[in-house]
């Protein structure tokens, strides 16, 4: 059983910082690890993905260059947040696949985390 928890989600003001984590337990699968958000109202929204094979990374155009993906421990995948705004509110959460298909398509994912919450204001 794959098991993923998010932490980090915070009240920051426009303009700053925050780093998420998210943990990653259980059975390993190969595929990719992404990070999507959820504002009121609103639908899934991919944010960020990485492949576990060959490291390729993909942004939504609305975080390029502010967010970014790392893997700065074992088994666990963090989203650096910068320069954040009023639009990048939103429950924060962590998927897992292991077919790598559907890229920032929250329905291709197989396995989440609970969500953690931002709110840029």
């Known amino acids: 059983h794959v098991q993923l928890v998010e932490s980090g989600g915070d009240l920051v003001q426009p303009g700053g910082s925050l780093r998420l984590s998210c943990a990653a337990s259980?059975?390993?699968?190969?595929?990719?690890m992404g990070w999507f958000r959820q504002a009121p109202g609103k639908g899934r929204e991919g944010v960020a993905y990485?492949?576990?094979?060959?490291?390729?990374q993909r942004y939504a155009d609305a975080v390029k260059g502010r967010f970014a993906i790392g893997r700065n421990a074992k088994k666990i995948l963090n989203l650096q947040m910068n320069d954040l705004r009023p639009e990048d509110s939103g429950v924060y959460y962590c998927?897992?696949?292991?077919?790598?298909?559907?890229?920032?398509?929250?329905?291709?994912?197989?396995?989440w985390g609970q969500g953690t919450q931002v709110t840029v204001s």
């Open positions: 998927a897992a696949d292991r077919s790598c298909r559907g890229g920032l398509s929250a329905e291709s994912y197989a396995y």
């Open positions: 990485m492949s576990t094979l060959n490291w390729y």
């Open positions: 259980g059975y390993t699968y190969s595929g990719c």
